[in-house]
């Protein structure tokens, strides 16, 4: 703990019974939204749709799907923006993850079952399909408040269209003695958003604009809501991608969900309402997927901001 600035980071509930769009506690959440998504990139929902026992089964799903043997986990290979699997990896040795394609559709999720368990885990497909869900309605309610805020339904609308949900399940081995406990080196995120949530063991650290680390507690039903860089670039800068990492705790494995948004098939471009003379365009058209293949190589790796040398103005 020590330096760290703890509770800082806005939580913001969800769980109200009459939160509909134009009622007045919709206004006051919006409102909040926007506050912190401005502020720190980021914050805390409280959302009750994602039951306890959802959260439970999701992480019991991703044990299993840990255990499996590493030839299995391998053949999680073909994903449009990130790689599927990942582990081994000396830069990160704790970390391993892989991710479900496409999690929203039940054709996605159970394709993925099925390279996995080719006799089928109907549970598993069942608490990712659900999960994935749930977790994509929380995400087009943050989008819809800030949309309307900024005047920009139009375009999100079209985003919308061609949103694709993937689905990371994380896990974080205990570090070894004379290991570093660095989970996952400080990075933003490349996806349009980000929804994280950590099961039991806490780790994650999100950096404040003037440069401290805020330690996020792990519950239930708090999901850490995050901007990627290309929500970043399409809201002309006014929302930033916030730096976060993982320092594990030392004793104890970690496991982590994300569901990262991405956009396929269309030019993000900013809209034509947060440009004006106080906000000159800052980001030039560009292809989420040709963005992301950007970050992987050399100059994208080397770079402060990949978003702003990939395509900035
Ligand atoms: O495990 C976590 O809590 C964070 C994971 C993360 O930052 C990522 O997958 O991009
Ligand atoms: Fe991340």
């Given amino acids: 703990m020590g330096s760290l600035a703890q509770h800082k980071l806005p939580v913001i509930d969800f769980t109200k019974k009459n939160l509909d769009p134009g009622s007045s506690s919709w206004l006051s959440t919006r409102q909040a939204v926007v506050g912190a998504m401005e502020e720190y990139g980021c914050f805390i929902a409280l959302y009750d749709k994602v039951s306890l026992e959802l959260h439970e089964a999701i992480f019991r799903a991703s044990e299993d799907l840990f255990d499996l043997p590493t030839e299995t986990k391998l053949l999680n290979t073909c994903h449009k923006p990130a790689p599927g699997y990942v582990g081994q990896n000396p830069r990160f040795p704790l970390y391993e993850s892989l991710g479900i394609d496409d999690a929203t559709s039940i054709d996605g999720v159970q394709k993925f079952t099925t390279l996995m368990w080719p006799n089928g885990n109907d549970s598993f497909c069942e608490s990712a399909f659900s999960y994935s869900k749930l977790v994509a309605e929380l995400d087009q309610m943050v989008m819809r408040m800030v949309s309307e805020t900024y005047g920009v339904e139009k375009s999100y609308e079209t985003l919308l269209g061609s949103t694709s949900y993937l689905l990371r399940l994380i896990k974080y081995r205990e570090p070894q ?115 992301h293949q950007f970050h992987t190589t050399e100059e994208g790796m080397r770079s402060k901001c990949a978003i702003k040398s990939y395509c900035g103005v």
């Fill in 177 to 291: 003695e004379n290991e570093t406990n660095l989970g996952i080196v400080p990075h933003t995120d490349k996806s349009f958003m980000s929804i994280l949530q950590q099961h039991q063991v806490k780790g994650l650290e999100i950096k404040t604009k003037d440069g401290r680390w805020m330690e996020i507690d792990p519950f239930p039903s708090s999901f850490i809501i995050m901007a990627g860089e290309a929500f970043m670039a399409w809201t002309n800068g006014r929302i930033e991608a916030p730096h976060h990492r993982v320092i594990m705790p030392g004793n104890a494995e970690r496991y982590s969900v994300g569901l990262f948004t991405f956009i396929w098939d269309l030019l993000i471009q900013v809209p034509e309402e947060l440009v004006d003379v106080e906000h000159p365009l800052q980001f030039k058209p560009f292809d989420h997927h040709k963005f």
